[in-house]
């Protein structure tokens, strides 16, 4: 088992290997005081792994309770926080009691929130069980759910006391979903210096590319809990991706879209003089070999236009993630009546396609 430590205000522990899902219960019970936890979970988890953990927590002690809700982007809603909230309060959860977030990147970041607002903040731990959400969501303590108007929008910073990655579980994920999770493992790559982007590309087992991609996250978190600067970084692909997912009324999933937006961030880059050659072809063959999308039919006016409700937008600018270099990316600033014409060399070749 793999332990990485999370070095934020409140340190905590990612830990990594076979057969987690079973000891979350005695692993929790080292973590936090509580021991009454309510376990989140969606519709499409729950009868996969439900009963195992809670049958994990029960044996360590802990009194559970369980709250399900239907799986996708239509229910990352403040009104599914708020049933999860009423639904804590009717299982008699305290502010030293425990929240669990079992599953993907979505239930992770509606479980963060729930915590952070009961009782004006309990803890909470993370069992992903997505490719994405181990290397991605589930670590840096960012929670959230979407608005009308985008993704994203209302959230807190609140970090999780646990995070418990059982690789095992990623062998029941369809390999779309699975390809998602490689979007955010390229998108590490584009960031993290040329020995990561090289690690990604030798691939391996499957534990060891989590590992490697925790250590490179938790390195940028705990130098940047709060977003303030340096952990922008980390939002490459996402201003753009998101604005895909808007655009197709979120029929293209999150890795997905981080995908195209990466492909959009790295040819306009390139095409102004701001990245080497080579590193658009690069990036875009990694994501091609997982069967990840490299174009979308949406024109760069459009996917400019969906940006502006982007959360990274400050006034009257935007600050873009690009690609610099192998292994190495960029804070940009843009004016945000230039977005549009600053990423237009993208049509017929990224978008609009």
Known sequence: MEKITVATGIPYHVMIGDGLLSRAGELAAEAVKGRRVMIMTDDTVAPLYLVRVEEAFRSAGFTTASFSFPDGEDHKTLGTAEKALEAADAAGLTRGDLFAALGGGLVGDVTGLTAALYLRGADFVQIPTTLLAMVDASVGGKTAVNLRTGKNLCGAFHQPRLVLCDPEVLKTLPEPVYAEGMAEVIKHGALGGEALLNRIIAGGDTAGLIAANVRFKSSIVSRDEKESGLRQLLNLG??????????????????????IGLMIAAFAAEAHGLCEKGVYTELRTLLRRENLPVTCAFRAKDIAAAAMNDKKRRGDRITLVLPEKRGMSRLYPVEAGRLADFIACCDEEVTGL
């Open 238 to 259: 996402h201003t753009f991706g998101h604005a895909a997912e808007k655009l197709s009324g979120f029929t293209i999933y999150h890795g997905e879209g981080v995908s």
